[in-house]
Structure formats: C-alpha cells, structure tokens
C-alpha cells in the first residue's frame, strides 16, 4: 500500500497525433514566414516523410544503445514499431513524390497520371532520390519482419534507414555545391540518429532500470550528433545564405533563423536533461514516467525544428 504507484505508459497513438498536430502547425508557420517562396502541402508532404525516415532510423539505432547482455528484449520490443515505421515512410515517400512530380509538371496532385509520375522518378534528380529512399524503406520494413534480431542485423538496417535518409538530400539547394552537399547529408544523418534514437527510446523503453542503461549511451551519441549538426548546418547556412540581412528579408532567410532559434532552444533543453536528467536516471532515482515526460517535450520541440528543416528544403 505505500509503494510508489507503478507506470502506466500512455497510449502511443496520443504521441502520434501529437506529432502530427505539431508538424501540421509548424507547416502553416513556415508556409506563412516564406511567403510566396514556400508551398504548403510540398512543406507537410516532406516533414511527414523526414519524420518517418527519422523515426525508423531511430528505432533501427535503439537496440544497439542497451548493452549485449539485454540487447535482445531491446531489439524484440523495437520490431513491430520499426516495420510501422518503415511502412509509414515508404508510404509518405510515395506521396511525397506525387506532390513534388505535380509541382514540377505545373498540375494539382490529384491530376498526375502514371506517365507523368514515372517520367519525373526516372529523369530527375530529385525523383531518382526519392526512390532511393523509398527502396531504403521498404528493405528496413522487410528485415525488421523477416530478419533474425541480432546485432549485425540492427547495424545492417541502421545503415541502410541512414541511407535511405541522406540519398534524399542529393536534390536541393546545396547539391550544386560540393562543400554545401557533403554538410547537408551530414547535418540530416546526425539530426536523424540524434531526435530519431529519442524517439526510439520513448517507444521501447518500458522500465527504469532501462533508462539508466540506454540514456548514458544515447547522451553520447545525442552529444556527438549535436556537434556534427551544429558544424553541418553553419557550413549549409554560409553556402546558402548570402548575407546576414537575407536573414530578415527573405523567406528562405526567415524560415532558416526561425530554424535556428528552435535548434538553439532544443540544445539548451537537452543540455538541461543531460545535466539533470541522466544522472538521476543513471541513479534509478528517475521513474519511467518522468523519462518519457522529458522525452516527449524534447521530441515535441525536434519536431517543430525538423519541419522547419523541411520547410527549408522546398522553398525557393
């Protein structure tokens, strides 16, 4: 009678609608700071697919944070959510390209036909690289059914969702740039494995004991991918942006420093977790329920900084 009262995990389909409250929002923000540049449904249209992309790659990294002797419960906890996932991704790719392919060919998506559409994923870089991402998806869907859980397995299909994740930065405003697209796809794959572990871990850890296994290794990671983020995105930012005023008088220039401000207040959040948050996890004096209350904001605050990113990546 006077134990503390045990965790209940909430439903995950509240953090879904959620995220996608959270992604609609922010879409109608960014639409509304890049004006006439920006397109709303092109704006929903790559977060929702980015998202997935993320989300799969996170859950793909997850089971490789705990150690080898729990792994496998990691990695048996982490396998239905990941096929979703990778299904979920594979399934707004293809959307995406209709909305990207209708744009191109000056039409409503709803009046592209399969000429059309197979013309823009075969001669486009664009469309080339989409497929290249959708063909990362649905080989993670088929391994996270189909392939044994083991520790090859989990680096094999991390891999691959990181491919499949940079292969969608091939086309856009930097790949004129040699400098600008080496540092665009090392700027998405550590946004990635950073805000996409989180949210692995927020799907498949269950008990305390877990956090203060799992939240140590994904400090490190979060630590390194939030270095090479930084370092990515200033170099992005200095190859597309011409001057400091473009970052006022231009809609490309406001979405990037709203994207900015957002990156540095989800740095000082998660640096405020990392100071507070993982030593009392690390110390089983943080509950399951506090861990995934921390998550979630942290997760909430990457999803408004990862549409933004895609925001970024449709306009001009």
């Known amino acids: 009678m006077g134990g503390a009262p045990p965790d209940v995990t909430p439903p995950p389909w509240r953090a879904v609608a959620g995220g996608i409250g959270v992604i609609a929002a922010t879409s109608v923000a960014a639409w509304a700071l890049a004006q006439p540049l920006n397109s709303l449904s092109a704006t929903a249209a790559r977060a929702a697919a980015d ?22 419960e990691l990695s048996r ?20 390209l209709v909305v990207v392919s209708a744009q191109t060919a000056g039409l409503p998506a709803a009046g592209v036909g ?17 497929v290249l991402s959708a063909v990362a998806a649905a080989l993670v869907c088929g391994a ?95 190859v597309t942006v011409g001057s400091p005023a473009e970052l006022a008088t231009t809609g490309y220039g406001r979405l990037m420093t709203a994207k900015l401000l957002v990156t540095a207040a989800l740095t000082v959040l998660a640096w405020r977790n990392r100071s507070r948050w993982l030593p009392a996890a690390r110390g089983h004096r943080a509950s399951a329920g506090l861990s995934r209350t921390r998550s979630l904001v942290e997760a909430a605050v990457m999803t408004v900084a990862l549409t933004l990113a895609a925001a970024l990546a449709v306009t001009g």
């Open 144 to 238: 996270a059914v189909a392939a044994p859980r083991t520790t090859p397995t989990a680096l094999a299909v991390t891999g691959i969702a990181a491919a499949g994740l940079a292969a969608r930065t091939l086309a856009g405003h930097l790949t004129e740039s040699p400098l600008g697209g080496v540092a665009v796809a090392v700027h998405a794959v550590a946004a990635g494995l950073w805000c996409g572990a989180l949210v692995g871990l927020l799907v498949t850890v269950a008990h305390r004991g877990q956090w203060a296994r799992v939240l140590p290794r994904f400090s490190a990671l979060a630590l390194g991918c939030v270095g090479a983020l930084v370092l990515a995105g200033a170099v992005g930012a200095v």
């Open 114 to 130: 399969l000429h059309t559409y197979l013309d823009f994923i075969a001669h486009t870089g664009a469309g080339r690289a989409g």
């Open 77 to 96: 906890s982490a396998a239905v959510p990941l096929a979703v996932s990778a299904a979920v991704w594979l399934l707004t790719e293809l959307v995406r």
């Open 51 to 72: 998202c997935a992309a993320i989300v799969t790659l996170g859950l793909a990294v997850v089971p490789l944070l705990d150690t080898g002797r729990y792994r496998g």
